[in-house]
């Protein structure tokens, strides 16, 4: 099964339209630039009412290992997904508490050699590059570098994904998992709940097939 997780959560009502329409993991943005951030005493009210089918993930951004595991524990984040420019040393601090997905920004150029160095990872997230921004672009990422490492590597891809696309890119990547954030968004941080269903539906159609 394709897990399906929806990014940049700032509401309790579009945390259970995610989880209404079938999401297997909801993402909380703890950068504060972003857009989509969220506040940890929101982020803790909205994770204590989590079924424990849907997994809570928590997004920084180069945070040092010990702030990271600080709120993974006072939040009970099931996983932490790091979004920066984290080295690998970052990645095997935080990897024996909580397992940690650990986000690239990939060009067509992208040497898969990159993620050797991360092997204490439990998956990478594969996002579409852009030099000012972590995350959240629209822009597409490049499916043959995601196709190939997803050969070898649990793969999350994200990077302009939205209904119309989604389903192709499951097909040709075949990753572990998918992540949207600005696809099923009416705004910014806030999510379109007719596209949510529409997108894990066209998710689960390409899986059928």
């Known amino acids: 099964m394709v897990r399906v997780k929806i990014c940049g959560i700032t509401s309790t009502a579009d945390a259970q339209?995610?989880?209404d329409a079938g999401a297997n993991l909801l993402g909380f943005n703890f950068y504060a630039k972003s857009p989509r951030h969220i506040a940890e005493g929101e982020a803790a009210k909205i994770r204590s009412e989590l079924p424990k089918k849907v997994k809570a993930v928590g997004i920084f951004v180069n945070r040092l290992a010990a702030d990271v595991i600080t709120l993974q524990s006072r939040l009970d984040l099931d996983a932490v997904q790091l979004h920066g420019d984290e080295p690998p040393e970052t990645v095997a601090e935080i990897a024996p508490v909580v397992p940690v997905i650990k986000a690239f920004r990939v060009e067509p150029e992208f040497p898969l050699t990159t993620l050797d160095p991360y092997a204490q990872a439990f998956a990478f997230l594969f996002d579409a590059a852009h030099t000012d921004?972590?995350?959240g672009t629209g822009r597409i990422t490049d499916w043959?570098?995601?196709?190939?490492?997803?050969l070898k590597h649990r793969i999350i891809l994200a990077g302009g994904l939205k209904v119309e696309n989604v389903a192709a890119a499951v097909r040709i990547v075949r990753p572990y998992g998918i992540d949207v954030a600005s696809g099923v968004e009416s705004s910014p941080g806030k999510k379109d709940h007719g596209l949510l269903r529409a997108?894990?539906?066209e998710v689960r159609r390409a899986e059928r097939k």
Request: hydrophobic residues 55%; glycine residues 6%.
């Open 17 to 19: 339209a995610a989880i």
């Open 133 to 135: 921004q972590y995350g």
């Open 144 to 150: 043959d570098v995601a196709r190939r490492a997803a």
């Open 199 to 201: 997108f894990i539906q």
